[in-house]
């Protein structure tokens, strides 16, 4: 049954979309996330993102569950950068603790937002580590014009209902997409009570059984992912400060 919902979902999707990843809605296509040439130029004035903010110094804190089992995760947009394919990325920490204060996962992402206000996915390097503290994989790390990899779109500028869009590409590795299908959803975590949050449904053709759901605020980014099929993992939002 899981699998018939994500076929339908992912028809749907391919159909608004197009399987090149261009968005196409009423208010006109998004960037297309498939073109293997980036023109810094695109970047050299950029604007933030108010669904995918990158302000320095952030860091938010969420918890949550996986396959029965309690996390914690820490995610802080740092003053790093990084420079891929002639933009500077912004270098986002993402680390994911078990209940007793083990490392599970150490990711970081690098992000860049366009002279439109267009958030893009340039990569990550990261590393699941088994309740010993071993290294157990590095899957899933992969950078923009490195070994055939493209730079995603991870957020419009403007994102509305219908909005489809890869965001990121690295075959066989990384390939998860997005639709958008909600503005002005609102939710309680327990951050508190938000309006105006953008819902989307994110999924990798990796996976194909597994279908998420995620609620993006203005100035907070993501409050809220939660598995809809195919898996149950799901973590809120708890905390946000500068520092």
């Known amino acids: 049954m899981k699998a018939s919902k994500l076929s339908v ?10 399987i090149s990843g261009v968005s196409a809605s009423a208010h006109g296509p998004a960037p297309s996330a498939t073109d293997a040439t980036v023109d810094p130029g695109q970047f050299d004035n950029p604007r933030q993102n108010p669904y995918f903010p990158l302000r ?45 204060g083990s490392l599970a996962e150490k990711t970081q ?12 996915y340039f990569g990550e390097a990261t590393a699941t580590y088994d309740e010993h503290g071993r290294l157990e994989s590095r899957e899933g790390s992969w950078q923009a014009g490195a070994r055939g990899a493209v730079a995603g779109l991870i957020m419009p500028a403007d994102p509305r209902p219908t909005d489809a869009y890869r965001q990121e590409l690295y075959r066989g590795h990384a390939e998860d997409q997005a639709w958008i299908v909600q503005r002005n959803a609102s ?11 953008v819902r ?5 053709r990796l996976e194909r059984n597994v279908l998420s759901l995620k609620l993006y605020a203005p100035g907070l980014g993501i ?15 708890v905390s946000v400060h500068h520092r």
């Open 187 to 197: 939710t309680t975590v327990p951050y508190g009570t938000l309006h105006h949050l």
């Open 56 to 100: 320095p110094g952030t860091v938010s804190r969420y918890r949550g569950t996986d396959e029965g089992e309690r996390y914690v995760e820490r995610v802080v947009v740092t003053h790093r950068t990084k420079v891929i394919q002639g933009v500077t990325t912004t270098v986002v920490s993402d680390v994911l603790r078990r209940a007793d």
């Open 223 to 237: 409050v809220r992912e939660k598995d809809m099929s195919g898996g149950n993992e799901s973590f809120v939002l």
């Open 109 to 120: 992402d690098w992000y860049a937002p366009d002279n439109d206000g267009n958030v893009w």
């Open 200 to 204: 989307s449904f994110e999924w990798t």
């Open 9 to 18: 979902l992912a028809a749907a999707v391919l159909t608004v979309g197009g």
